[in-house]
């Protein structure tokens, strides 16, 4: 049986990677100041945050239409995919899974919808585990998804809450937390929830707890650095981790400035952690 995955642009996986596994790639919906992009289309990521704090409009985004989930599986069908796994952005925060879900309805028993619960290089880190597997069929893909699952952990240290105060997705204890003067919160996406991982007074402060968690995550199997237009933060972060903790770091390890479509919930200046520990 040849296996087909399907993953929306949420993922964040760098382009090198996506035509290695031949992974199908749905771009989901940016709207700035009325105009509607494709996710990676019409405007870069480097623009996108040197822009954000200047839109006359706070940017909104939407999942892609079923139309464009169905047009896709059925590519992946002409291709010669017997079966497609197709795995997501966290469903409590967004509405793509469900937009998939409907979609496969077209397509009975022929497509695997999976929920990642997770953002970022935390759903692109089980993409690419299925990926690995996808030759052995489908069952051999879920559970390197489920073994990468439960060794993920995801954090950010904001610059701002502002932006994910918009979204209207914050537990109470977060907003605490982002109401304190002068806080930089830092947060774990877990089980696709937000969760309050700690606070910090400066951005320093915030990249020393960081640099804690990820220390204290132990040797690492695949590790990613996401910034929201802070590449300097990051690479100063990822440079000292690596002064640090060398030898738990895996061989590649990915820098990824985080597609709008997330950055506009999260804010410019972030930074933030995709980790999956080593078995």
């Known amino acids: 049986m040849r296996l087909g995955i399907l993953t929306d642009s949420t993922a964040d996986l760098p382009r090198y990677l996506i035509q290695q596994h031949q992974i199908e790639i749905v771009p989901s919906i940016l709207v700035l100041d009325g105009k509607e992009y494709a996710d990676g289309e019409g405007i870069s990521r480097e623009e996108f945050y040197a822009r954000l704090p200047g839109f006359k409009t706070h940017p909104t985004t939407s999942a892609p239409s079923i139309g464009e989930f169905t047009a896709r599986y059925q590519k992946l069908f002409e291709d010669g995919c017997d079966h497609i796994l197709s795995i997501h952005a966290a469903g409590p925060l967004t509405s793509i899974l469900s937009a998939a879900g409907q979609a496969s309805q077209e397509f009975v028993d022929r497509i695997t919808?999976?929920?990642?619960?997770?953002?970022?290089?935390?759903?692109?880190?089980?993409?690419?585990?299925?990926?690995?597997?996808?030759?052995?069929?489908?069952?051999?893909?879920?559970?390197?998804?489920?073994?990468?699952?439960?060794?993920?952990?995801?954090?950010?240290?904001?610059?701002?809450?502002?932006?994910?105060?918009?979204?209207?997705?914050?537990?109470?204890?977060?907003?605490?937390?982002?109401?304190?003067?002068?806080?930089?919160?830092?947060?774990?996406?877990?089980?696709?929830?937000?969760?309050?991982?700690?606070?910090?007074?400066?951005?320093?402060?915030?990249?020393?707890?960081?640099?804690?968690?990820?220390?204290?995550?132990?040797?690492?199997?695949?590790?990613?650095?996401?910034?929201?237009?802070?590449?300097?933060?990051?690479?100063?972060?990822?440079?000292?981790?690596?002064?640090?903790?060398?030898?738990?770091?895996?061989?590649?390890?990915?820098?990824?400035?985080?597609?709008?479509?997330?950055?506009?919930?999260?804010?410019?200046?972030?930074?933030?952690?995709?980790m999956v520990k080593a078995k």
């Open 113 to 274: 919808i999976l929920d990642s619960l997770s953002l970022s290089l935390g759903l692109g880190f089980q993409v690419l585990a299925a990926a690995d597997e996808m030759e052995d069929g489908l069952e051999a893909a879920l559970a390197a998804i489920e073994s990468t699952r439960k060794r993920l952990h995801v954090y950010a240290a904001l610059d701002t809450m502002d932006y994910l105060r918009r979204s209207g997705r914050l537990p109470a204890p977060v907003t605490f937390l982002g109401g304190m003067l002068n806080i930089k919160p830092v947060i774990e996406l877990a089980d696709g929830e937000i969760k309050a991982a700690g606070a910090a007074r400066t951005t320093q402060q915030a990249d020393e707890r960081m640099l804690h968690l990820a220390k204290s995550a132990g040797k690492l199997e695949r590790l990613a650095i996401l910034h929201t237009g802070a590449e300097r933060r990051a690479r100063g972060f990822l440079n000292q981790l690596m002064r640090e903790a060398s030898q738990s770091l895996p061989r590649e390890i990915l820098m990824v400035n985080v597609t709008p479509v997330i950055g506009a919930h999260v804010g410019p200046n972030g930074l933030g952690l995709a």
